[in-house]
Structure formats: structure tokens, C-alpha cells
């Protein structure tokens, strides 16, 4: 009988539909037809019948839903085959962030102790400069050498590997002519320092606990330790906190800049240090420079030193040609005078 049954479906003995489905005894369900015989119809669990649970049609219904029979799913590409996709996009976006957003920098001297150690990485923010933003008094920023500063120091020659990192940004470039020092003054800034200091801007002294331990403000030499100038718009005057061991400004009065730096050479303002871990920290500005350090331009003295003058001289006016008061022409009724 089990025979019949598949000779029915297989299309020997005629179309099904002529032939009634002759019931399954039960000796062949027991004897497992589909252990025996994978060509047993619609049984459960037996995985290749049209009419079982509907996990034996699932190969067949995911070729026509990709439209191609017998189509296999595309395989994922390895690891190391898109590798080098990954390395490509990494090196871009590094050299697009060095670029417009974040560079690092190497600290190659002690011009900046305590603040900034030798061999530090700073991070430094070359964002808001696009912008339109300049530096600020106490700033630690990092600029090209304005004229020569760095003649005569020594240049260590990367190999190919530092290069290549230096130039996307995730390694300090050993090419580039760079230094990094404090902003203390502005355009418009007048600065002084008699003695060993301190030192002021417009006139207040700054309090500056950043500056190395041992020295002073400033020194008593003649080739830069005394010293007062006023900034032009569009430069800076800065400074090393390590202020006995910094040929910053003060050192270079002679240059074609008269020490002051062109706000076009700041690459930006030097925001943490990143490395060593040991070393994280930012760098803020001191709480000194919160003080009114701006410088009142003359014109806004003249004009704070003629308003009393003016006012002074209205209130005598009034005063002469107001006639007195009296009862009469007050309103308020007099001795003698009917209410």
C-alpha cells in the first residue's frame, strides 16, 4: 500500500487527483517512512515533502525571493581583504583632522617649565583660528618661527616612517619650524618690566605662579630684561615660563618684527597635554589675566574726561536762567495772597 502511495504522487499510475489517498496503515507509520524512503510525502520533520512543516521549502523559497533560482547568498569579504579599505579611510580622516581640527606637537626645550616638560605631546586646536579667532592674552600657542628664531638649532632627521606619520598628523612633524610659548600681550597692549618684575600689561602687574621656580618675572640683562613696548594690531608679544631659559620676544627686538609675532604665523592655541599619560592635563588661562588688562584707547579717555566738563558747565547754565522760586509762582499760596 505504501508503494501505491508514492506511485500515485510520482506520476506513474495516472494524475493524483484520479486516484483516492489511500490511508497510511499503521505498521508503516511505525516503520518511519521518512528514515526509510526520503521520498515520502507530506510528513512531518522529514525535510523534503511539499507538504511538511515549511522548513523543507526554505532553501527553495529563498532562491525566488532573490529572483534567481539556485541563487547563494554573497559571501562576506575577510578581515584582510578589507583591511586595506580601512587603513585608506583611517589615513584620510586623520589628515583631515590635522589638517583643520587637531594637530600634535613635541615639546623639543625647557623654554616652558613647568607648565610644558621636554618630550611632552601637546594636543593644539587649529579650529577656531578658521574662524576668525585670535590669541588671547595667556594662551600657550604654537606659531611658525616669525624670523628666524630657530637659526642655528639643531633639526633631527625623521626616517620614512615618521614622516609619513608626521605629515597625517599622528605624529609630531620634525620638519616644521615651529615654537610654542604664552601670549601676555595684543594688539593695542602696552608691556613693561622694570627690574626683576613684575611684569605688566597696561600698567597692572601680573600675578604669574606659572613661571619657573627660581626665576623672576624678569631679568636684570640688558639685551632683553628690561624692556617696554607697545603691541601693533595684528601681532602678539609672548613669553616662556621657564623666563631665564626662553629667547622669546624680549631676545629678539632686533628682528624684521621688532619680537612680535604676526597672528598669521599662530597655527593655533595649545589646549592638553596628551602625553605621557603621567602628564594629562589641560592648559587654561591663568586666573590673572581675568583681571581688566584692556588698554583705554585716548580717544575714550578725551571722552571720559569732557563729559564731567560738560555736565558741570549744562548745570550752571540751567541755574542761570531759571528764575528763582518764590509763593507767587509756585503755585503755593502766600502770606497776604487769597487761598
Same mark, same amino acid.
Given at each position: 500500500?505504501?508503494? $501505491?502511495?508514492?506511485?500515485?504522487?510520482?506520476?506513474?499510475?495516472?494524475?493524483?487527483?484520479?486516484?483516492?489517498?489511500? =490511508? @497510511? +496503515?499503521?505498521?508503516?507509520?511505525?516503520?518511519?517512512?521518512?528514515? /526509510?524512503?526520503?521520498?515520502?510525502?507530506? $510528513?512531518?520533520?522529514?525535510?523534503?515533502? !511539499? !507538504?511538511?512543516?515549511?522548513?523543507?521549502?526554505?532553501?527553495?523559497?529563498?532562491?525566488?525571493?532573490?529572483?534567481?533560482?539556485?541563487?547563494?547568498?554573497?559571501?562576506?569579504?575577510?578581515?584582510?581583504?578589507?583591511?586595506?579599505?580601512?587603513?585608506?579611510?583611517?589615513?584620510?580622516?586623520?589628515?583631515?583632522?590635522?589638517?583643520?581640527?587637531?594637530?600634535?606637537?613635541?615639546?623639543?626645550?625647557?623654554?616652558?617649565?613647568?607648565?610644558?616638560?621636554?618630550?611632552?605631546?601637546? *594636543?593644539?586646536?587649529?579650529?577656531?583660528?578658521?574662524?576668525?579667532?585670535?590669541?588671547?592674552?595667556?594662551?600657550?600657542?604654537?606659531?611658525?618661527?616669525?624670523?628666524?628664531? *630657530?637659526?642655528?638649532?639643531?633639526?633631527?632627521?625623521?626616517?620614512?616612517?615618521?614622516?609619513?606619520?608626521?605629515?597625517?598628523?599622528?605624529?609630531? /612633524?620634525?620638519?616644521?619650524?615651529?615654537?610654542?610659548?604664552? #601670549?601676555?600681550?595684543?594688539?593695542?597692549?602696552?608691556?613693561?618690566?622694570?627690574?626683576?618684575?613684575?611684569?605688566? @600689561?597696561?600698567?597692572?602687574?601680573?600675578?604669574?605662579?606659572?613661571?619657573?621656580?627660581?626665576? %623672576?618675572?624678569?631679568? #636684570?640683562?640688558?639685551?632683553?630684561?628690561?624692556?617696554? #613696548? %607697545?603691541?601693533?594690531?595684528?601681532?602678539?608679544? #609672548?613669553?616662556?615660563?621657564?623666563?631665564?631659559?626662553?629667547?622669546?620676544?624680549?631676545?629678539?627686538?632686533?628682528?624684521?618684527?621688532?619680537?612680535?609675532? +604676526?597672528?598669521?604665523?599662530? @597655527?593655533?592655541?595649545?589646549?592638553?597635554?596628551?602625553?605621557? =599619560?603621567?602628564?594629562?592635563?589641560?592648559?587654561?588661562?591663568?586666573?590673572?589675566?581675568?583681571?581688566?588688562? !584692556?588698554?583705554?584707547?585716548?580717544?575714550?579717555?578725551?571722552?571720559?574726561?569732557?563729559?564731567? *566738563? @560738560? *555736565?558741570?558747565?549744562?548745570?550752571?547754565?540751567?541755574?542761570?536762567?531759571?528764575?528763582?522760586?518764590?509763593?507767587?509762582?509756585?503755585?503755593?499760596?502766600?502770606?497776604?495772597?487769597?487761598?
Amino acid at each position: 500500500m505504501g508503494d $501505491l502511495a508514492v506511485g500515485a504522487r510520482s506520476g506513474q499510475d495516472g494524475p493524483e487527483e484520479q486516484r483516492p489517498a489511500e =490511508p @497510511v +496503515p499503521p505498521a508503516a507509520e511505525d516503520a518511519g517512512p521518512a528514515e /526509510s524512503d526520503p521520498r515520502a510525502p507530506g $510528513l512531518s520533520g522529514s525535510g523534503s515533502g !511539499s !507538504s511538511g512543516t515549511g522548513s523543507g521549502d526554505s532553501g527553495d523559497d529563498t532562491a525566488q525571493d532573490l529572483g534567481e533560482p539556485g541563487h547563494k547568498p554573497r559571501k562576506q569579504r575577510s578581515f584582510w581583504k578589507e583591511l586595506p579599505l580601512l587603513i585608506g579611510i583611517a589615513l584620510v580622516l586623520a589628515l583631515l583632522i590635522k589638517t583643520f581640527l587637531v594637530q600634535a606637537f613635541s615639546i623639543p626645550s625647557d623654554s616652558m617649565q613647568h607648565t610644558l616638560e621636554q618630550g611632552d605631546r601637546v *594636543l593644539v586646536d587649529k579650529l577656531t583660528p578658521w574662524f576668525g579667532s585670535e590669541p588671547e592674552r595667556g594662551e600657550v600657542v604654537v606659531f611658525h618661527d616669525p624670523a628666524d628664531w *630657530l637659526a642655528g638649532e639643531p633639526t633631527v632627521e625623521p626616517n620614512p616612517v615618521q614622516r609619513v606619520l608626521g605629515w597625517i598628523g599622528l605624529m609630531p /612633524s620634525a620638519n616644521e619650524k615651529d615654537l610654542i610659548k604664552r #601670549v601676555i600681550g595684543v594688539g593695542g597692549d602696552t608691556i613693561e618690566c622694570n627690574g626683576t618684575g613684575p611684569l605688566k @600689561v597696561n600698567g597692572k602687574a601680573l600675578d604669574e605662579p606659572y613661571v619657573y621656580a627660581g626665576n %623672576t618675572p624678569c631679568s #636684570v640683562d640688558d639685551q632683553g630684561g628690561q624692556f617696554k #613696548v %607697545t603691541v601693533p594690531t595684528g601681532k602678539i608679544w #609672548v613669553m616662556g615660563d621657564h623666563r631665564q631659559n626662553s629667547l622669546d620676544s624680549r631676545y629678539h627686538q632686533e628682528d624684521k618684527n621688532a619680537g612680535f609675532v +604676526p597672528v598669521d604665523n599662530v @597655527v593655533g592655541r595649545a589646549i592638553v597635554v596628551a602625553w605621557p =599619560p603621567t602628564r594629562w592635563d589641560t592648559l587654561p588661562i591663568p586666573d590673572t589675566f581675568d583681571q581688566n588688562l !584692556s588698554a583705554a584707547a585716548p580717544g575714550a579717555l578725551g571722552l571720559a574726561g569732557a563729559v564731567p *566738563l @560738560v *555736565l558741570w558747565r549744562r548745570r550752571r547754565a540751567v541755574g542761570r536762567t531759571t528764575p528763582p522760586v518764590t509763593a507767587g509762582n509756585s503755585g503755593v499760596p502766600g502770606p497776604g495772597t487769597a487761598g
